[in-house]
T-cell receptor, first 110, second 112 residues
Framework: DTAVSQTPKYLVTQMGNDKSIKCEQNLGHDTMYWYKQDSKKFLKIMFSYNNKELIINETVPNRFSPKSPDKAHLNLHINSLELGDSAVYFC?????????FGPGTRLTVL | QQQVKQSPQSLIVQKGGISIINCAYENTAFDYFPWYQQFPGKGPALLIAIRPDVSEKKEGRFTISFNKSAKQFSLHIMDSQPGDSATYFCCVGGTSYGKLTFGQGTILTVHP
């Protein structure tokens, strides 16, 4: 199946821990993104990478660090997790026809 | 600063009716206006998109109307079906592959 995939789907962790979310797309797109959807369903872009190069960084705390080992993968590492980081994180990729989103990772920080 | 304002927050429509969701934007530099549909527990899915060189785009039961001078655009869902019940987001962007700014979302419920 051609798609944007994310792992894990659910992530429950304690405050202060470090966690990673992985994203892969097999659509051949050059540009990938991370979005955060809060409890009110508001979607906001966090980062964008084009061909492994960071092009958008939207005032996200330094505790969030994206890494793109190749243009098909964009991972998100979060240090020192806080309660306010609880949200659904979506990876997306895009080309001329639009942006295509993964299924999301629901992060719960206890 | 809200770059795109979406209304209503929620909408209830009877099966077969027309659902209308509106968005207004501020920055005239935007030139890509997609709508996304999101079902519970799923990622947003691209539904339909328009560029400002046309005033209307139709795909099946879904139509975008675009008013460049008023900086407004709307989604019309004709013959609404219970399966259309979802959250709908309007977006603005510079290109289809650039940064998208999302509206607040509209929860649509279509009663059978």
């Amino acid at each position: 199946d051609t798609a944007v995939s994310q792992t894990p789907k659910y992530l429950v962790t304690q405050m202060g821990n470090d966690k990673s979310i992985k994203c892969e797309q097999n659509l051949g797109h050059d540009t990938m993104y991370w979005y955060k959807q809060d409890s009110k369903k508001f979607l906001k872009i966090m980062f964008s990478y084009n061909n492994k190069e960071l092009i958008i960084n939207e005032t996200v705390p330094n505790r969030f660090s994206p890494k793109s080992p190749d243009k098909a993968h964009l991972n998100l590492h979060i240090n020192s997790l806080e309660l306010g980081d609880s949200a659904v994180y979506f990876c997306a990729s895009s080309h001329l026809l639009g942006q295509f989103f993964g299924p999301g990772t629901r992060l719960t920080v206890l | 600063q809200q770059q795109v304002k979406q209304s209503p927050q929620s909408l209830i429509v009877q099966k077969g009716g027309i659902s209308i969701i509106n968005c207004a934007y501020e920055n005239t530099a935007f030139d890509y206006f997609p709508w996304y549909q999101q079902f519970p527990g799923k990622g947003p899915a691209l539904l339909i998109a328009i560029r400002p060189d046309v005033s209307e785009k139709k795909e099946g039961r879904f139509t975008i109307s675009f008013n460049k001078s008023a900086k407004q655009f709307s989604l019309h869902i004709m013959d609404s079906q219970p399966g259309d019940s979802a959250t709908y987001f309007c977006c603005v962007g510079g290109t289809s592959y650039g940064k998208l700014t999302f509206g607040q979302g509209t929860i649509l419920t279509v009663h059978p």
